[in-house]
């Protein structure tokens, strides 16, 4: 079955800076769509960033300009780049890779911007 583990999320300072990764492994159709998502307490799951196999992005409005998306399609591996963190940004981050009509999601990993 397919699974996706994240991992890079830490403790960081204002403006500082944070790599996340996920890695999918299982089964998976060359077309997808890859992405990111945050939840922090008492918010509903909200969208940060999501990048097609054909490699197409798409952002948050919040982020934009500060958090860029990529991925290896060869390693089934999404990544999320990080600048300029605020406090707002403090959430557990969530992989999520889409296939057809079908979500898989990774196990979160908390990243915190706090001095």
């Known amino acids: 079955q397919v699974q996706l583990v994240e991992s890079g999320g830490g403790l960081v300072q204002p403006g500082g800076s944070l790599r996340l990764s996920c890695a999918a492994s299982?089964?998976?159709?060359?077309?997808?769509?890859m992405g990111w998502y945050r939840q922090a307490p008492g918010k509903q799951r909200e969208l940060v960033a999501t990048?097609?196999?054909?490699?197409?992005?798409n952002y948050a409005d919040s982020v934009k300009g500060r958090f860029t998306i990529s991925r290896d399609n060869a390693k089934n591996t999404v990544y999320l780049q990080m600048n300029s963190l605020q406090p707002e940004d403090t959430a557990v981050y969530y992989c999520?890779?889409?296939?057809?009509?079908?979500?898989?999601w990774g196990q979160g990993t908390q990243v915190t911007v706090s001095s």
């Open positions: 999520n890779l889409r296939i057809l009509m079908t979500n898989y």
């Open positions: 299982g089964i998976i159709r060359s077309i997808n769509t």
């Open positions: 990048i097609t196999s054909g490699r197409s992005t």
